[in-house]
Every structure is written in C-alpha cells, then in structure tokens.
C-alpha cells in the first residue's frame, strides 16, 4: 500500500511542497523500495527536506503512480521481488519518462548499478544509506531536471513559433488537429492523417516530427501514388548490388534513409497488396529486407501515414489489408477541408499575398472586400493546394495593386469551368514529374545506357525510349 505524505504546511496548491533546490517550481519525489525501514527513513528524510512524495513497495505500484501522477525524481531499489529496478526503469524510459532515475543499491553490487545507468539511471547510492550522499544527490539530480525542462521549454518555445509561421490557423477544427498533433508527437505510437487532397496532410505529419523526440534525425516524405509500382518498392526499401540486371551498387531506401527519424507515407492507400504486406512487416519487426538481400536491416523509425481515400471502404472491399488498417491507423488526426474553416481564409490570402507578391515581383498591397467575399463562398474543391494556386496568377494577372473582384471571378471562372479534372490533373502532373525523375536517376546510373536503364526500372528498353520521348529527354546510342 502506497505512503502519501499528507503534510499541509509550506504546501503549494496541489498538496505540492516547495521547491528545496531552489527552483520556482514544486518537486515531488517517487520513493520505490520493499524494504520498510528504507521507505520509513526516506519518507522521515524526504518531509524534513520539505519535498511532496510518494512511497511505493514494489515495482508494478510504481508504475501506476507514475501513470498517474507527475514526479520530478524516482528513487528506485534494484533489487525488489517480482518487477525489478532495472524492469522498472525500462518501462518508464519506453513509455517516454525522461525524469531523472537515482538508483538504490545493496553495498558490494556496483556492477548492477552501472548496468543501470547504462540503461538510462542518473546516478545511485548504496545501502546503507548515507544522508549526505543522498541530500547531494537528490539536489544536483534536481538542478539537472530542471535544466532539461528549461531546455526542453526553450526547445517546444522555438518549434511553435517556427509552426506558427508554417501553419496557419484560427478555425476550431484545425486548432484541434494541431493540438492533437502536439499530444501524440510526445508517443512514439504510429500516426494516420486523413483529409481531402490539399488540405495540409503533410504540414500536420512535419508538426508531429518537429515536436517529437525525433525532431533533429531526417523526416522523409513518400508520395505512394506518384511513384510508379514497378518502382517504388525499390524506393522504400531499397537493394543490394546484383539485385538485378544493372544493379550496379547498393541503393538504400527511403525506409533506411529517415533512420532514427520519420516516414511519411502517403496517399497510403495506393499501395499494392504485396506491399502492404511488406509494410506490415516493417511495422510488427522493426526491419526491412533490401531487393536482392538476404539479411535483415534493423530500422529505427516513426510510420506517419495519409490518405485521401476512404481506407475502410477499401478494407470492405478486399483492396487493403485490415491488419495493417489497424496498424497504421493506432492514432488519427483529421485535416478538416478550407471550406469547412472559412476563418482561415483571410489569414492564408495575406500570406500566399506577401509570399508570391515578393517571389513574382509585384508591389500588390492587399485584397478588395468585394474578391474577399468571393474567396469565401468559393467551395476550394482543392484546398488550401488551389488556393496556393490561385493567388499566383491572381498576381501575375492584377494589373493595379490590389487583388480585384474581377481578378478573383475570372480565376474562378475559369476553374469551374475546367471542373474536378483540374485536381486530377495536378496529381497527374506530380506522378509524372516522379517518373521522369526516377528514368533520370536510372540512366545517369547507367551512363545512359538504355538497356541497363530499363533494367533498373524494371520496363523494357521500348517502354524506356518511349517514356524518354514523352518527356523530352535527349536520346544517346
């Protein structure tokens, strides 16, 4: 059974004590140890310091009072019947627990208290406990957690403001996909962001990156429906040399590439069974197997993935694995449609305004109240993508210096005549884009030799000339 000290006085709201170490902030301490008289004499020590604590007589109690309460230091015994400290420790660290761990030990069991500290403990003291060397140590594990929250602060600070500046936002609706965004970016858990075809999928995966542990290693973003099959399951997972006929040396992936970071795939729903299966794989074992490879390939990685589709439907249907619609679906953050956040609209015309006014050139000073109305009513069957769209011709074709209602309905004209084929069109021009990158790649790889070159590709060599002809690319013997 759990000690709680009820003490009253010097207490900050909360039942919180003052912060001894000198800190503005209350601490409270975690005491985790089935001896009796080391509890009583930490619970005796830990009051005349002036701390908040709780007291735990094994470890499967301390896990629940660190799942329910906040600590600012665990002193945990190593050797404890059932759950050990070290099991203890471990779990705190892989359920994201960065508080600092001061370790206690039997005298003459140096060995295990290193091991761990390996595994992510501050420090430790023996028994029998010296007073002075826990008062120091508690004070300068303290003095470091603060400085960790300091930093981290300064750290989440310096991110929202860069987020502010990429993500623009004053709807309900999308201030909640960011608060979600920030919530689970503190998990390691595999995230799905559903939303129309431009509605700022990508933006809300690089927030969950940006605020996460894995800010500082590569984000990787794969567009699923822009690679053409045959290729993209060389893309993500990469091969050996010799894999295939102008294989010439190894290819790392894209999976391997976002190494201790985050992949985000989308247009997930895209994917072909087999490749499904493959992912699927990658998700339960943490592992990869390159093209032509035979052994595994550990990869620390974040799945992040997105789709316009209905993947549910798609899982009715036979077309998507429902093992793996579960896998990659443990967190889901909707991006809601511009039309159905209009108060984004005012806010994300000034920006694309100052952005393209100053890439194109012109001194455009705003937008007239009566083009403002029209970009409201307007129903953006593209998103914030057409949008994006929109204000640079509108930009290029404003002859004053003011975005005009005239300017505006023109554009618009234009659009709803051309219809739903103008998105479609945009996603045909990325895939093609893609493709031509992919041929460029595989011919420089081959010194143009359009044999190999087809070879890598995986298409024959007419298919490659063909391709190359489409695109305007130069033909070598």
């Not at 933006?203 to 290729?231: K, M, Q, Y």
Request: charged content about 30%; overall charge neutral.
């Amino acid at each position: 059974m759990a000690f709680i000290n009820k003490k009253k006085e010097k207490t900050s709201a909360g039942g919180r004590a003052p912060n001894p170490a000198g800190g503005s902030a209350p601490h409270r301490i975690l005491v985790v140890d089935d001896d009796a008289s080391i509890r009583f004499f930490m619970a005796e020590f830990l009051k005349k310091e002036g701390f908040g604590f709780d007291i735990a007589g094994s470890g499967a109690e301390a896990i629940e009072l660190l799942k329910a309460a906040d600590y600012s230091l665990v002193l945990l015994d190593e050797k404890m019947p059932g759950m050990s400290g070290i099991d203890v420790l471990k779990e705190m660290r892989a359920g994201g627990m960065r508080m600092p761990v001061i370790m206690i030990t039997a005298y003459g069991s140096r060995g295990l208290a290193l091991k761990a500290m390996e595994e992510g403990a501050y420090d430790f003291f023996t028994k029998p406990v010296d007073i002075e060397v826990v008062r120091t140590v508690i004070k300068r594990a303290l003095e470091k957690y603060e400085l960790q929250v300091e930093l981290e602060g300064l750290r989440y600070d310096l991110e929202e403001s860069a987020l502010r500046h990429e993500i623009i936002a004053e709807s309900p609706s999308m201030r909640k996909a960011l608060e979600l965004a920030r919530k689970v970016a503190q998990t390691d858990v595999t995230v799905f962001v559903s939303g129309e075809s431009g509605s700022g999928k990508e933006i809300i995966a690089r927030a969950v990156h940006r605020l996460s542990t894995r800010h500082d290693a590569p984000f990787v973003s794969v567009n699923c429906a822009a690679i053409p099959e045959g290729l993209l399951e060389s893309e993500l997972f990469g091969y050996e040399k010799g894999a295939f006929t102008g294989a010439r040396h190894r290819h790392i992936g894209k999976f391997e590439r976002a190494g201790g970071g985050t992949i985000f795939l989308d247009e997930i729903g895209d994917l072909t069974l087999n490749l499904q299966a493959k992912l699927l794989r990658v998700l339960q074992d943490r592992q990869i197997e390159r093209l032509g490879g035979k052994a595994m390939v550990k990869v620390d990685i974040r799945v992040i993935s997105a789709t316009n589709k209905n993947i549910s439907g798609l899982v009715k249907e036979g077309l998507f694995r429902e093992d793996l619609f579960y896998r990659i679906k443990v967190f889901e953050i909707d991006v809601p449609p511009l039309r159905e956040r209009k108060e984004d609209i005012p806010l994300l015309s000034a920006f694309f305004l100052r952005k393209y006014s100053a890439e194109i050139g012109k001194d455009i000073k705003g937008i007239s109240g009566p083009a403002m109305r029209l970009l409201l009513g307007y129903r953006w069957q593209g998103n914030v993508r057409e949008m994006e769209n929109l204000f640079q011709r509108a930009i290029i074709v404003e002859e004053g210096n003011l975005i005009g209602e005239d300017t505006i309905a023109g554009i618009i004209e234009d659009r709803t005549e051309t219809g739903p084929e103008a998105t479609g069109g945009a996603m045909q021009a990325a895939k093609e884009a893609e493709e031509k990158r992919l041929i460029e790649d595989a011919l420089v790889r081959a010194r143009w030799r359009r044999q190999e070159a087809a070879d890598i590709l995986g298409i024959s060599r007419k298919s490659l000339f063909l391709k190359m002809k489409k695109y305007g690319m130069g033909l070598r013997d």
